[in-house]
């Protein structure tokens, strides 16, 4: 690559874009500095070049850039982060730098933040079951290790008591080693983003954990880094050191917004809801850093974290996502305001990657025969409930009135439970037994007469 | 002489380029001194917009762009089963080991620059000359022209490849190779034509966007059996046919494609990975050879080829990957094989398009697709079909084509889905409803239509049961009736219906749990045998026409059900209980079915 060049003919200033002429090989993508006249210093990246013109987008914003006596060096490299082992236990900013007073980073090596496609032939299937003691999850939307399984929520929505749990319960079974926790906060306020830096403080997990922030008031542009600068730390991590590394990104819906805003500066034609078309390629290139590879032993699980505008899943930012994910975990409001946490619909929720990380060996043998009775009969339950609210309840047939007490003791004793209750999965799979027992045996139609004999309320204990 | 000029611009995947007059439309161009992949799409003056397969970070105005002379083009020749390729046909395991090579830490990553041809030069492959089904066999002097058997390699355990005449050769064969080994680039024939030698070689390049020629093209007649009873039962797919299938994210569509490759009938199935996730790709590559393909035993992956470009791969390629793939497909078809091709996700290789004609500035039509998006489509799906090969001995060959399709927020009016629409024959529509329920497959029986039904009855009727048919329409009339009665009991419930309303309520719950539910993951169920299909069919129907007669006689549904008791549920299970080579244990269930309405009907007098 070439050292750095600077020059000062800056033409053009629009919204975060900058359009500098009079360039000469000026690569696409490459990684800039910018300097005001009063010597205060930016950051960006070229995001087009045509001829001697390049457009490079600021990511700290061009507010206050003038176009005369700005000085732009292009500095001959991607955007870069150093990355180590000793970057746990640290705060830094959404470009990687430290925030938290301590030293700089002694690099190990310095990786371009935009990483590398995996090899589909280099990977391994994820199949390590992951327990987060929460039954929703373990019982009926099993995560693996190295899954990517984003929380649909909304605002207001108990995301962050979630996800926190999750990351403090969550362990493999049969192994001690507790995950590396590597969290993004993007464009997120500053309470939510203290929650989380508490909670890791208090858990005492803080040395395993390493934050990048950009706050809700911090340039938008660096939102677009962020998640990059936090995979491509799990991403040396899991694979030069054989760690077990959980990413959360929170929140992606501000990420999808900057990519909307730098989008509308470039003028480009617009697809859904002003979201440019290539939303989808975009979102994949963070979400698909996630994953297993062959003769490594560490991995990288991603728990994407988003609010859905206006509860609306078929919004283009979880529709995109859930596009991509393997899986995703929704938040209901309706169940959140009937007090029941965690608030997981479960019929919206799925986890694709959950029949590799269940069954004998794993959990138990009758694990997907009860998740998939509980989805039939919750689904049931459920569209009877609101049957039952028009016609009432004594139009219904004896055996529905069954499905509607059922599904009232799911949600009570199934999918309730404390923040800081963590059950095994033999906890969950027993109460699924149980909630299912209020139905007849003969609705049972999922499960195989054998694991009936076996595991039913009704005949435990017996021959 | 190829052309030689320079980088002027670099916009994401489009780069421009300039002193490039004489460039041919859609040549395949090297671009930047790592000599990246690009495909010339649009050419003014002497600029030619190049949209580049690989990442163009770090390309700079003033890098050298070279063209190739040829349009973009895959290899074709023995040893494309059971491999793995990215969207323009290199190996991805042969790029880990390149890249291993200098970085051995980052060989996990698909780096660019990287070149490795898609077809092993060092492989020796034993050549037999010869027709392999025919014995008949080509000697020097005799007239030969394009999809001539000349000879045949075992390529896998389950399929002959033959080396046959490439389209465009026409003449006196000149000379043969004896059997013996040869690479695929050594020459295994020579083919004289006014004076000029051609010589041939088991491979050979076809331009990706080219349909490969054939003498016609005929009407599907056959099932392609793929063992899922909603899709073979009530929406079949024919060989040489076109399908799609839309659905919102998380509906079954990659479940469903892949139980299509894995269980169906076709002798050769080409997996187009199109901008999806990666490890859908490797849950192929890593399960696909330890599985073994019903109908011979032998492992699946040697009947297979993948072809990725995840959706972190570069987008350019993803609008390569479905010719690339189609190319593949044509090419054994041309052997005279039943060739499935599957491409998860359509959607993405028109939002490719839509990626790179919004690039290009040229002026959106719907939802920002091109205009030319329809017509893309359509010249797609036409490359499917059954059709007479070229070549003697004469043979049939056909490309069943079966795309996903991810519709925006699920919503079917949008211009994939409704231009998609325009062009198959077969709809199987997932619905979200029925995925929330994990009512799988989630394909919605109102709503979806396969236009083979007519032309595959004879098939049943000979091979499985002459009153297939009578069966099928009438479980589809249950269905439908059970449709508009929820309507009403949206309103009033359920308990005031009259009893026949509530017979076909309870036979309509017993063909969704105990036919059209199938569980992709049971060891039994995945995969139902035609045989199994109809019995199950005929096992729910007449209990239903049994119990309508005793309804029409006075007796309730309560009273019906008592009668069956566990049998009911038996019946439900019957699908995932009864092994698939126990199938009389389905006949003697309905026996004992009807046995227990019969002894209710005494009791009724
Ligand atoms: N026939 C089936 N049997 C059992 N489970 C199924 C079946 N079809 C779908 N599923 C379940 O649904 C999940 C989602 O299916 P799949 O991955 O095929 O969805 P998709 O339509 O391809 O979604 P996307 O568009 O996001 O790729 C699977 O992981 C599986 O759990
Ligand atoms: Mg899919």
């Not at chain 2, 309509?508 to 569980?519: E, H, S, V, Y």
Request: proline residues 6%.
């Amino acid at each position: 690559m070439l050292g750095v060049r600077e020059y000062t003919r800056v033409s053009e200033i629009r919204g975060p874009l900058l359009v500098v002429e009079g360039v000469s090989r000026v690569a696409y993508d490459e990684i800039v500095e910018v300097e005001l006249p009063s010597g205060e210093k930016r950051r960006g990246r070229v995001l087009e070049v045509n001829r001697n013109v390049a457009v490079v987008q600021v990511f700290e914003g061009t507010t206050g850039v003038t176009t005369t006596g700005t000085r732009v060096r292009f500095l001959g490299k991607p955007l870069e982060i150093p990355v180590s082992e000793d970057m746990l236990g640290r705060i830094f900013n959404g470009l990687g730098e430290p925030i938290d007073g301590g030293p700089q980073v002694e690099a190990e090596e310095r990786r371009d933040v935009n990483g590398a496609p995996l090899n589909p032939a280099e990977r391994d299937y994820p199949e390590d079951f992951i327990q987060t003691g929460v039954s929703a999850i373990d019982g009926m939307n099993t995560l693996v290790r190295g899954q990517k399984l984003p929380i649909f929520s909304g605002s207001g929505l108990p995301h962050n008591v979630l996800a926190a749990q999750i990351a403090r319960q969550a362990t493999v079974r049969g192994e001690a080693e507790e995950f590396a926790v590597i969290f993004a906060a993007i464009g997120i306020k500053y309470d939510d983003y203290l929650f989380f830096r508490k909670f890791f403080e208090e858990t005492g997990a803080l040395n395993k954990v390493a934050m990048f922030v950009n706050l809700a008031d911090e340039p938008a542009m660096i939102r677009l880094i962020t998640p990059r600068a936090a995979l491509t730390l799990a991403e040396y991590l899991a694979y030069e050191r054989d760690m077990h590394v959980l990413v959360i990104l929170t929140d992606m819906t501000n990420y999808a917004e900057a990519l909307r805003e730098i989008s509308a500066a470039r003028e480009e034609v617009p697809g859904r809801q002003g979201y440019p078309g290539y939303l989808y390629s975009d979102l994949a290139s963070i979400y698909e850093r996630a994953g297993r590879v062959k003769g490594k032993k560490g991995s990288i699980t991603q728990m994407p974290i988003l609010t859905m505008p206006n509860d609306d899943i078929t919004h283009p930012i979880p529709d995109l996502t859930g596009y991509i994910t393997e899986g995703q975990i929704v938040l209901s409001r309706e169940l959140h305001n009937r007090g029941i946490y965690p608030p997981i619909n479960v019929l919206m929720s799925l986890s694709r990657l959950m029949k590799e990380g269940i069954g004998p060996g794993k959990t138990r043998e009758d694990h997907a025969a009860v998740s998939n009775q509980l989805y039939a009969a919750y689904s049931r339950g459920v569209e009877l409930r609101s049957l039952a609210a028009v016609v009432g309840e004594e139009s219904l047939s004896e055996v529905d009135r069954k499905y509607l007490k059922f599904a009232d003791e799911f949600e009570r004793r199934f999918l309730s439970q404390g923040v800081r209750e963590n059950r095994t999965i033999e906890e969950t799979l027993d109460l699924g037994w149980e909630v299912l027992s209020i139905l007849p045996e003969e609705e049972l139609t999922n499960i195989k007469e054998e694991l009936i004999r076996k595991y039913h309320p009704k005949y435990r204990g017996r021959p | 002489m190829p052309v030689k000029g320079r980088i002027v611009r670099i916009s994401g995947p489009l780069v421009v380029a300039e002193g490039m007059r004489g460039v041919q439309m859609y040549e395949m161009v090297r671009v930047g001194h790592e000599g990246l992949i690009g495909e010339v799409t649009r050419i003014r003056g002497d600029e030619a917009y190049i949209q580049v397969y690989e990442s163009t970070s770090g390309l700079r105005p003033g890098e050298p762009v070279e063209g190739t002379g040829a349009p973009l083009s895959v290899e074709l020749g023995p040893g494309l089963l059971g491999r793995i390729y990215d969207g323009v046909q290199r190996p991805l395991p042969e790029i880990a080991e390149a890249i291993a090579r200098t970085a051995p830490h980052r060989r996990m990553f698909v780096e660019r620059g990287v070149n490795v041809p898609a077809l092993d030069r060092e492989r020796k492959w034993t050549f037999h000359p010869g027709d392999p089904d025919t014995g008949k066999t080509l000697r020097p002097g005799d007239k030969v022209g394009p999809g001539d058997v000349l000879g045949w390699v075992q390529e896998t355990s389950i399929i002959t490849h033959k080396i046959m005449v490439p389209p465009g050769v026409r003449g006196r064969l000149k000379s043969i190779a004896p059997e013996g080994d040869y690479t695929v680039t050594d020459v295994i024939a020579e083919v004289e034509s006014d004076g000029e030698v051609r010589e041939v070689h088991m491979m050979h390049r076809w331009p990706v966007r080219v349909p490969r020629p054939y003498r016609v093209k005929l009407d599907p007649t056959e099932p392609l059996i793929t063992g899922m009873r909603i899709i073979d039962t009530f929406f079949p797919m024919a060989k040489g046919g076109t399908g799609a299938i839309p659905g919102g994210f998380g509906t079954g569509k990659t479940v469903t494609l892949h139980s299509l490759a894995q269980w169906s009938a076709a002798r050769v199935v080409i997996y187009i990975g199109c901008g999806e996730r990666g490890n859908e790709m490797t849950e192929v590559l890593i399960r696909f050879p330890e599985y073994k393909d019903p109908w011979t035993g032998k492992p699946l992956m040697d009947r297979t080829i993948l072809i990725a470009n995840t959706s972190n791969m570069p987008v350019a390629a993803r609008e390569a990957s479905i010719y690339v793939g189609i190319t593949l497909a044509e090419y054994y078809r041309d052997m005279g094989y039943d060739v499935l091709l599957v491409a998860d996700s359509t959607s993405r290789w028109a939002e490719a398009l839509r990626e790179i004609a919004g690039r290009l500035e040229e002026m959106p039509a719907e939802e920002g697709y091109p205009s030319y998006l329809a017509s893309r489509l359509a010249e797609f799906y036409e490359r499917a079909g059954r059709v007479e090969a070229l070549g003697s001995p004469e043979r049939l060959g056909s490309v069943t084509v079966v795309g996903a399709v991810s519709p925006p927020g699920g919503d079917f009016t949008e211009p994939v889905t409704s231009h998609t629409k325009r062009f198959i024959r077969v709809f199987w529509a997932l619905d979200t409803k029925l995925a929330y329920s994990r009512h799988y497959p989630a394909i919605n029986w109102i709503i979806s239509y396969s236009a083979y039904v007519d032309l595959v009855e004879e098939w049943w009727h000979k091979n499985v049961d002459p009153r297939w048919r009578s069966y099928r329409d009438e479980a589809m009339e249950v269905l439908m009736r059970e449709d508009e009665l929820q309507e009403i009991v949206r309103l009033v419930g359920t308990e005031s219906l009259e009893e026949r309303d509530k017979l076909i309520l309870d036979t309509a719950r017993l063909i969704k749990d105990g036919f059209l539910k199938q569980n992709a993951f049971d060891p039994i169920d995945a995969f139902s045998p035609p045989e199994k299909q109809f019995k199950l069919l005929q096992m729910i129907l007449d209990y239903y026409k049994k119990a309508r007669e005793l309804v029409e006689k006075g007796a309730t549904v309560a009273q019906i059900r008592e009668a069956v008791g566990r049998l009911y549920v038996e019946m439900a299970k019957a699908k995932f209980e009864v092994p698939n080579d126990r199938l009389d244990q389905i006949d003697e269930l309905r026996a004992r079915v009807l046995k227990a309405l019969e002894g209710l009907e005494a009791r009724l007098g």
